[in-house]
């Protein structure tokens, strides 16, 4: 190989080297120093800002309806036979129907699908409650149980009666 040749070849190969090393004009300076992190928001700024947040419908609608929850809850005190049962069906379709909607809206409301969640069964255990009540009252044991809570408010009744007497003669 003669020197004539091989001079422009390393003349050629320095030449593209140089521009292959270059920076293109349009890239943006890159430093190697890390990036001003944002601040660490609090617990509150998040929940401000959140799209199922404090100043959103999203979460004062949940919030309200634990009022039907609890009100369900209470109910389990009452007797069965003063139960509505359409009522209670309707809870109970509204908690099974709007669970399964909480995870399919956006934005997903985890809060909103734990309150139906809730209602629903609040909602069941009264429906099985009626249920019950409504089987055993039409195989005559509820009439058993009647009869034996009358026998016993008449005791009584005739126990105050002849204690009113005797106060009465007595004074």
Same mark, same amino acid.
């Given at each position: 190989?003669?020197?004539?040749?091989?001079?422009?070849?390393?003349?050629?190969?320095?030449?593209?080297?140089?521009?292959?090393?270059?920076?293109?004009?349009?890239?943006?300076?890159?430093?190697?120093?890390?990036?001003? %992190?944002?601040?660490?928001?609090?617990?509150?700024?998040?929940?401000?800002?959140?799209?199922?947040?404090?100043?959103?419908?999203?979460?004062?609608?949940?919030?309200?309806?634990?009022?039907?929850? !609890?009100?369900?809850?209470?109910?389990?005190?009452?007797?069965?036979?003063?139960?509505?049962?359409?009522?209670?069906? %309707?809870?109970?379709?509204?908690?099974? !129907?709007?669970?399964?909607? #909480?995870? !399919? !809206?956006?934005?997903?409301?985890?809060?909103? %699908?734990?309150?139906?969640?809730?209602?629903? #069964?609040?909602?069941?255990?009264?429906?099985?409650?009626?249920?019950?009540?409504?089987?055993?009252?039409?195989?005559?044991?509820?009439?058993?149980?009647?009869?034996?809570?009358?026998?016993?408010?008449?005791?009584?009744?005739?126990?105050?009666?002849?204690?009113?007497?005797?106060?009465?003669?007595?004074?």
């Amino acid at each position: 190989m003669s020197t004539r040749t091989t001079i422009p070849r390393l003349l050629q190969f320095s030449r593209s080297a140089r521009f292959q090393f270059r920076r293109p004009v349009n890239r943006r300076f890159q430093s190697t120093e890390a990036p001003l %992190a944002k601040p660490e928001q609090t617990l509150f700024v998040r929940l401000w800002n959140s799209p199922v947040g404090v100043k959103t419908v999203h979460f004062w609608a949940p919030v309200m309806k634990w009022a039907l929850v !609890i009100a369900g809850i209470s109910d389990f005190s009452r007797p069965a036979e003063k139960l509505s049962l359409t009522q209670n069906l %309707a809870l109970t379709a509204t908690g099974a !129907i709007w669970t399964r909607w #909480c995870f !399919i !809206i956006k934005p997903r409301n985890l809060l909103l %699908a734990a309150v139906n969640f809730f209602l629903g #069964c609040v909602g069941v255990v009264q429906v099985s409650r009626i249920f019950v009540y409504q089987r055993n009252l039409s195989n005559g044991n509820v009439s058993e149980l009647v009869s034996e809570e009358g026998s016993e408010v008449e005791k009584t009744a005739k126990d105050v009666v002849a204690k009113v007497k005797k106060a009465a003669t007595g004074a």
